[in-house]
């Protein structure tokens, strides 16, 4: 027996498959859901209609495929690791900072500075030679809330803060001209990596006055020299451009990266290395000073 298949619109007639049933949802298709549909027809469920809207697009030529999704980006917001407020390293790393600023002008400074939560660094300096003004940046968000309680708390430190943000080094520095900061402390305790753009930044727009001083400290990165994750990094470029056969330690990398951004950066010096050691952590603080004519 022969059966031929009848088609209406694209859609194969049977059951519920009516040529009425197909124009109602052509009609409604665009003005209400399938579900809305369905029950406007009479339908236990929201299927057939789906099916037969499918079969209409196909007819038409309009394919339904999903967008792609997206994919989800994670800001990870930063944390910070900082523990080593009293190490003998560290409280001599200070001093050595301390010294360098003892040597420049109170009068019109504005040292820009990470305090951290405490105000070691700020209050043995302010301790040592009074009248110096900083601007303080925390870029994690609870450290910054102590930092500014620990602040008010202190009527000196009160004092002697000209501006503060819960921003990035980056961040506040991005409008700034040359000669703003008198100094800059930029105790980091991180990577150069993490840093480099940052100093080099700074550097290059000769943020810091003549005379005046850039202080970083460093942790020697051994963990992640030559990581696949972190392939343009700094460290990673200045290995491939090694000799295969020398030794790179993490504090070969942090020294050499650092004497690069001096030698690339015109009118600057390295007067003070410092390399200590409080807890697993090998740390470098390096003075940088901005040569005066
Ligand atoms: C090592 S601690 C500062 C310690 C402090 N100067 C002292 O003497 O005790 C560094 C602080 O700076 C913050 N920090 C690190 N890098 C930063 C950046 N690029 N911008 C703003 N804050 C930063 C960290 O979250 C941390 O609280």
Redesign the pocket.
Known sequence: METTEKIYKGVPLSGIRTPEIIDAIIEKRNSMKTNEIAELLGFDSFRPVNAICRLLNKENGVTTTKAPKKPRIIVKD?K?V?KN?YGSG?EKA?QLIADSIKATKRQSSNIL????E?W??EKNILKQKPGYKFTA????KE?YQIMIKNMVNNQILFDSVIATAN????EITVNDGEDTYSSA?L????FIDT?YD?IDDMMKRNLVKKGGYIAI?LSENDRVIGHPNHINSQTNQYIRNCYAHDEVTGAKVTNDLVNILVHTNTGYEIVQRFPYKDTKVKMQLFIIKRIDD
């Open positions: 930063p910070n900082f407020y560290k200070r500075t990470l305090p951290a405490k070691e660094m940046v925390e870029r994690v450290t921003k990035s080094i980056g402390i105790d980091y305790c991180g840093f940052e400290t």
